[in-house]
């Protein structure tokens, strides 16, 4: 505990002040003149406020110190407290953690106590500026509140999130992430519900897709959001995202009698989209896996970081079909090492910086070298005569060393 708090605690319990003017003029003195920890001070005023030994007229002189306008507005000058929503928007370039922050900024990333205070005291204004450094700050029960904050049409308020390309979102999109946050928002829009859902793309309907009911999609769907609509050009995807939940039948089986029918080859298509929790699930589903031979191909192809996890995926759902088709494991390595062999000279030959070229081999080769791992630890020694030369040919000694250990699965 700070020096302010404990002096602050010594005065009440020990029952120092004897009048109530005196009182005030004790709480004011932990604020003004402004101590050199602002935040200590505030921290122990709502530390008092919260604790149930403090005496009922020491509570109400502090909240007596909140609500008295001119101490207000000296606090919210102090600690450059901003209750406009507006002068929120001043902010937004103080969006990553290196930036600086004023003492609501930093209450919110660093205190729940002081967040909750400046809130209930009304020292400052709920906004989308506070919302995003509470999320970002794993705050959850603050981010959840301040939804409950803010005026409903500034749930549907762009806001900029310090993140790389100037990406922004509104609240009520950030709150399709977790199912509390969407109900409390969806209650709270009803009255914007077109605006609403006209502000929904295929990102947010593939975030609710991954926690959303039958139940719940039949109610929205009468409100008119159809989360099912995913991409009508790429009808597989809202198929791949339900599979990559947990439980997903009941929502496979929503999917059908919407009308919304199962593409061919999906477990092919997991592999070209890189849904690999989709995958998993297919091929513990034998319907759902007879593709498996393009599928592995097709992330044999791949150049995707997830498409080696992907590939050792299908081969473990297929170890005893491998055995029995030795041919597939041989075009399988074939494709990996051309696959990388073709990338690595591609690199070589591009016009960029020695450094860039070197990180763009090495990510290609190591990507291969997890394939031919995969396909040694779960088909056996697989030994296709020209790969070990054309890796050799590559200067890919990594991807040689991993041709060369498959001889000794």
């Known amino acids: 505990m700070s020096s302010n708090e404990e002096s602050l605690r010594c005065r009440y319990f020990l029952n120092d002040i004897k009048g109530l003017s005196e009182m005030k003029q004790a709480i004011a003195s932990e604020l003004f003149p402004i101590p050199q920890d602002l935040h200590a001070a505030l921290h122990s005023l709502f530390e008092n406020l919260r604790d149930e030994h403090t005496p009922p007229l020491v509570k109400q002189e502090i909240e007596n110190t909140f609500r008295n306008t001119s101490l207000q507005q000296k606090i919210e000058g102090s600690c450059k407290l901003s209750r406009s929503h507006h002068d929120e928007n ?30 209930d005291h009304k020292m400052i204004q709920p906004s989308s500026y506070l919302f995003w450094i509470a999320f970002r700050s794993e705050r959850t029960n603050l981010s959840h509140r301040l939804l409950s904050l803010v005026e409903p049409e500034d749930l549907l308020v762009p806001f900029a999130t310090g993140i790389l390309h100037g990406v922004e979102y509104t ?183 020695g450094d860039e070229i070197l990180r763009r081999i090495t990510e290609k080769e190591l990507l291969a070298v997890r394939k031919i791992e995969a396909l040694g630890r779960l088909a056996g020694a697989v030994d296709v005569v020209g790969t070990k030369v054309m890796a050799s040919e590559a200067k890919l000694d990594g991807l040689l060393q991993a041709l060369e250990n498959m001889e000794l699965y």
Request: glycine share 6%; net charge negative; with cysteine.
């Open 171 to 353: 609240m009520f999109q950030v709150a399709t992430w977790k199912p509390e946050w969407f109900q409390i928002c969806w209650k709270r829009l009803q009255p914007l519900r077109s605006k609403a859902i006209a502000s929904l793309g295929s990102n947010e309907k593939r975030a609710m897709l991954q926690w959303a009911d039958v139940e719940l999609v039949d109610c929205l769907f009468k409100d008119g959001l159809d989360i099912g609509n995913l991409d009508p050009d790429h009808p597989s995807l809202v198929w791949l995202e339900t599979m990559s939940r947990g439980n997903p039948e009941p929502m496979l089986e929503w999917l059908l009698n919407r009308g919304i029918q199962r593409p061919e080859k999906l477990l092919v298509h997991a592999t070209r989209f890189n849904y690999i929790g989709a995958a998993r699930w297919m091929m513990g589903h034998n319907k759902y896996s007879q593709d498996w031979r393009e599928a592995a191909v097709g992330a044999a192809k791949s150049t995707d970081y997830g498409s080696a996890e992907l590939m050792a995926i299908i081969l473990e759902g297929s170890v005893t079909k491998l055995a029995e088709n030795p041919e597939v494991s041989q075009n399988l390595v074939i494709t990996v090492v051309e696959r990388a062999c073709l990338e690595v000279n591609k690199a070589r030959s591009d016009e960029i910086s």
């Open 90 to 119: 001043s902010h937004q370039h103080m969006m990553d953690d290196d930036a600086p922050h004023d003492l609501a900024s930093w209450s919110f990333k660093h205190c729940s106590l002081c967040s909750n205070g400046l809130l």
